[in-house]
């Protein structure tokens, strides 16, 4: 493979890249299931008791609001991993 020089800082460059698409996407996977499935949840607990409607909805969307921030740090990771410079 003549013409294929890699240095160390190509190497950092990669893996930083791979990094960053990994973090986003493995803490993508946790709140997207947690909301989900507290969706699901709140919209049976709306069947089953209408009158409740506002009260489950707030109490619904402040955990998906806390579960949420999970994703950002794994987006916050990415964002160090892309634009700061590790050398």
Known sequence: ???LNITGQD???AASA???GLAVGLAAIGP???EGFAAGKGTEAV???PEAQSKITT???MGQA???TTGLYGLVV???LIFVKPF
């Open 1 to 3: 493979m003549e013409g």
């Open 11 to 13: 190497l950092i460059y």
């Open 18 to 20: 791979i990094g960053a």
């Open 32 to 34: 997207g299931i947690g």
């Open 47 to 49: 069947g089953r008791q």
């Open 59 to 61: 109490t619904m969307l």
């Open 66 to 68: 806390v579960s949420e």
């Open 78 to 80: 990415a964002l160090l």
